[in-house]
């Protein structure tokens, strides 16, 4: 089992008064909360017991420090303070890997055992305060009025939350401590943001920053080939980082790669091999290469829909977090914070509209969610959080003098939800599903009717091309054939042009509203877009 490792890693120990308060620790709650979290709990990536115990052992080495309030000195907060830690990081390592659900069955559990934690919220919305020698809520360290920097594009902009604050927290130190980090998350939990955004405060004078997006055609030479890109030769055998810094390498998607004939995934197999000795060979002298100062942090989804599951040898090497699906009142101060920010200068009649479409676009995108399923012949109805920022997307490039009214506002936000929601789904039954969903929303959020915004049940079409010049205002086009006509010019004027092949293209309702579904994601940063039909279907 893993006694023998903590017998050894706590001889290890220099302050040797540590070791009985931490034996006795070790022995109240370990193996209690191992049998608990087997019995109970769901892993999205089931970690064996003795990596739980090897995680344990790192954070508590990073976060148990003179610093943070644990100094022998200290006699009588000493033990106290050892063993508030010692559950954080109990609760961090042995209980981080486990999903929603599981969390708040261990918070009853841990409760139970341990009762010292104030009443309010479950145990993981804690952190040890060194100040005060107690408990504390990550929610206090959120500062009050947070505001987005109203120029920077939209893929840029990270609302502070409790989840952001402590994966931060738990990342930054593992990471100075040199233990291989792991995050795994549901797709869209923003892992590769907290991961950047820990690989952005760190001093750049000591540190350089490399990133790998695996895929699954990376192969174990692609990955060797960009680290050694990074490192020059210090003797012989021996590489290490340009510069004197130390390298950090973030390797998004770990678990992409294909697996070979026999089952394993040779870029990681490259990785554990250094992890675990810290060289591999070079690939045309057979000769060793020693690879120092690189710390690895890793990003991966769940397994499933082309993700693999990684080997469990590999997966004991790092430390695992698990970034669950953000609570209902996060996902709300995210976007609420940005909504209500961009309507302040807006009208009187506009402002209170900011907390109703946040609440209105979560209850749909719930529903959405969980009753439209993928099934084989729609595979794309995959939703996750991104959807819900699209729509946030599209309705902050709200203008205050065209949208000025309720109804002007309430229009936007109907037809941000078409384009995220309904240009996916497929079939009359789905479409009509969809309508009815969002006329309930309307009447019980907005107090207004979708017969009366949107006339003879026409959904309405947004465009920022209009008005000539670059960059056009995002305005609700009233009179569809001021679209037809700009469009049929536009056309003309393509088909005057000389080298080209000119087009007879008829357009049509349906034709003209792909079109400018088509433009206003093209005319976003990082606008990305699949179309999907049947041959023939004029993609």
């Known amino acids: 089992g893993w006694e023998p490792y903590v017998h050894s890693w706590l001889k290890k120990r220099t302050d040797k008064k540590s070791v009985e308060p931490l034996q006795r620790l070790f022995e109240k709650y370990v193996a209690k909360a191992f049998e608990f979290r087997h019995k109970n709990c769901r892993e999205l990536v089931p970690t064996p017991e003795l990596n739980g115990v090897t995680s344990l052992c790192y954070l508590f080495d990073a976060l148990a420090t003179p610093k943070n309030g644990v100094d022998p ?256 009142s996060q996902i709300k101060r995210i976007f609420g914070t940005m909504i209500n920010q961009k309507l302040q200068d807006f009208d009187e009649d506009v402002k209170p509209l900011g907390d109703i479409m946040t609440q209105a676009t979560i209850e749909i995108y719930n529903f959405i969610s969980t009753r439209m399923l993928p099934t084989p012949t729609k595979i794309h109805y995959l939703f996750n959080l991104r959807d819900i920022s699209k729509v946030f997307q599209g309705l902050l490039r709200a203008h205050r003098d065209y949208h000025d009214t309720k109804s002007a506002m309430a229009r936007l936000w109907i037809h941000e939800c078409f384009r995220v929601f309904s240009d996916r789904l497929v079939g009359e039954k789905d479409h009509e599903t969809f309508v009815s969903l969002l006329t309930d929303k309307l009447g019980v959020l907005f107090n207004l009717t979708y017969h009366n915004l949107c006339s003879n049940k026409q959904p309405p079409i947004f465009g920022d091309f209009m008005k000539d010049g670059e960059a056009g205002v995002y305005e609700d086009i009233l009179k569809f054939p001021d679209v037809k006509k700009l469009m049929e010019e536009k056309l003309e004027d393509y088909n005057m042009e000389p080298g080209f092949i000119p087009m007879g293209l008829v357009l049509f309702r349906d034709a003209i509203e792909h079109v400018c579904r088509i433009v206003r994601v093209i005319r976003q940063p990082r606008g990305n877009m699949l179309l999907v039909g049947v041959g023939g279907s004029g993609r």
């Open 73 to 328: 000195a200290d006699q009588e907060n000493y033990e106290p303070m050892l063993e508030l830690w010692f559950l954080f990081c109990l609760i961090w390592s042995v209980c981080g890997g486990v999903d929603e659900d599981g969390r708040k069955k261990m918070d009853n559990f841990i409760r139970e055992m341990e009762g010292q934690f104030p009443a309010k919220d479950s145990v993981y919305e804690y952190y040890v305060d060194v100040k005060t020698k107690t408990w504390a809520m990550w929610e206090e360290k959120l500062k009050g009025a947070w505001r987005y920097p109203s120029n920077s594009p939209f893929y840029k902009i990270l609302v502070p939350t409790v989840d952001t604050l402590r994966y931060d927290f738990l990342v930054h130190h593992l990471l100075l401590a040199e233990r291989p980090v792991l995050l795994v998350g549901p797709v869209g939990t923003g892992k590769t943001s907290v991961a950047q955004g820990v690989l952005q405060k760190l001093d750049p004078n000591r540190y350089s920053l490399l990133t790998i997006n695996l895929s699954a055609q990376t192969t174990s030479n692609n990955v060797q080939e960009i680290i050694e890109g990074k490192v020059e030769k210090r003797t012989k055998t021996v590489y290490v980082p340009v510069g004197g810094k130390k390298l950090l390498t973030f390797m998004d998607d770990l678990n992409m790669p294909a697996k070979d004939t026999f089952g394993s995934q040779p870029p990681l197999e490259l990785i554990r091999q250094w992890i675990d000795y810290g060289f591999w060979y070079d690939r045309q002298r057979q000769t060793m290469k020693q690879i120092k100062d690189m710390f690895l942090l890793a990003a991966m989804g769940p397994p499933g829909g082309g993700r693999m599951v990684i080997s469990r040898r590999l997966q004991s090497r790092f430390n695992l977090i698990n970034m669950t699906f953000p609570q209902e």
